[in-house]
């Protein structure tokens, strides 16, 4: 977690670096694809996952904990008592168990046929630009905050509840004509806003 965070802390500053004022966009609007894009290009280049020097040690801690057990009572101990002799949790015990496994990268081959290797990311590619799509949640997520205590209700309702307008207005007290007048007025708004930004 701290490694992605310095990673994006990176990517912060080089979008504070680059942004140009002249432009008519905020920061945050600028900075958060180069933020995603080095975190991103982080991960794909440096390889397997980094596990830090605590859990290391803790995971040779249980490891010789476990051999101790069973060489003595000939049969494995539970996660349960390796915490207990620790005095750390059980949650504890498992993360440094699982650190032990080896990594398997998404670019390793699972298996071949006719036209060749086939990999992990090969079977879980699609063509959706994730960096867009985050981005673009946080820019509808900042708009949907700002709206006034009615609106936020009848946008979430409508659109993250599934409700109908009917439904909307029954809760809200209002009729459904209003609930649509004020629904569409909302997403030009939204629209527009997203069109200047």
Known sequence: ???????????????????????????????VPYILGEIKRF?????TVKVSRGIKELAIKVREIQSKHLREKGEEITILEIAKQLKISKEEVAVALDSLNPVMSIYDDTYSNDEGNISIIDKIKNNVDEAEQIANRISIQGMINSLNERDKQIILLRYYKNNTQSQVAKILGISQVQVSRIEKKILENMKLKIANS
Do not use: H, N, P, W
């Not at 310095?6 to 680059?18: L, M």
């Not at 991960?43 to 390889?47: A, E, S």
């Open 1 to 31: 977690m701290e490694d992605l965070y310095q990673i994006g802390t990176i990517g912060f500053i080089k979008s504070i670096k680059r942004f140009d004022t002249s432009f008519d966009v905020k920061l945050s609007t600028y900075a």
């Open 43 to 47: 991960i794909r280049d440096d390889g």
